[in-house]
């Protein structure tokens, strides 16, 4: 089980490093064609509507490997409801786009989150240890104790996200509409989480920063 986790981490890291080597994103132009972005995610990438992520500061890594999953379209990883937005958005972007876009975005600051305090101290629970009666992993170990993530591992940054767009997404994993998460990772650690726990830990990390 740890080889199989290594290996796949392994690979993406290599992928990733490829990508880099190849294709180095340009943040001034980026910025130029972030206007397709603008409308969802807002100009620096801090969106407003709860629905839509804030995507100010990801690792480019992520970033990409996300445009690239959407660009797949209904055949892809992303399947939920919103998804159908972003095939059409990015159909049309190269991978020379999607770098520019990823160092724009990665250079812009994510917007401090507010959490409910009592909602969010069970999320705390649970972000930071888990749940041993589900067999369920703490979301510390692959997103850091401030929710930074690990870039060279494929993990995004989560700190300060919209609580609705990470619950939106937690269910999504439940449910079997989105997946491509390292050794199916997320989708063994919410399969038995409640409706209250995914909330919980929702808004533990829109807290974070």
Known sequence: MLRSTLTAILLITLSTLLVAADLQGDPATGKAK??????????????????????????????????????????GARRNPNSALMWGMVAGLSEQDMADLAAYFKQQKISQGVADDALAKKGEALYRGGNIELAAAACIGCHGPSGNGNPAAGFPALAGQHAQYVYNQLQAYQQGL????????????????????????????????
Not at 36 to 64: L, R
Not at 187 to 209: C, F, N, P, T, W
Request: net charge negative.
């Open 34 to 75: 972030s206007v397709i972005c603008a409308g969802c995610h807002g100009i620096d990438g801090n969106s407003v509507n709860p629905d839509w992520p804030k995507i100010a500061g990801q690792s480019e890594a992520y970033f990409i490997a996300q445009l690239q999953v959407f660009k797949q379209g209904p055949a």
């Open 178 to 209: 989105r997946s491509g998460d390292i050794n199916d990772s997320m989708r063994d650690m919410v399969k038995k989480m409640s409706d209250e726990d995914m909330r919980a830990v929702a808004e533990y990390i829109q807290g974070l920063h």
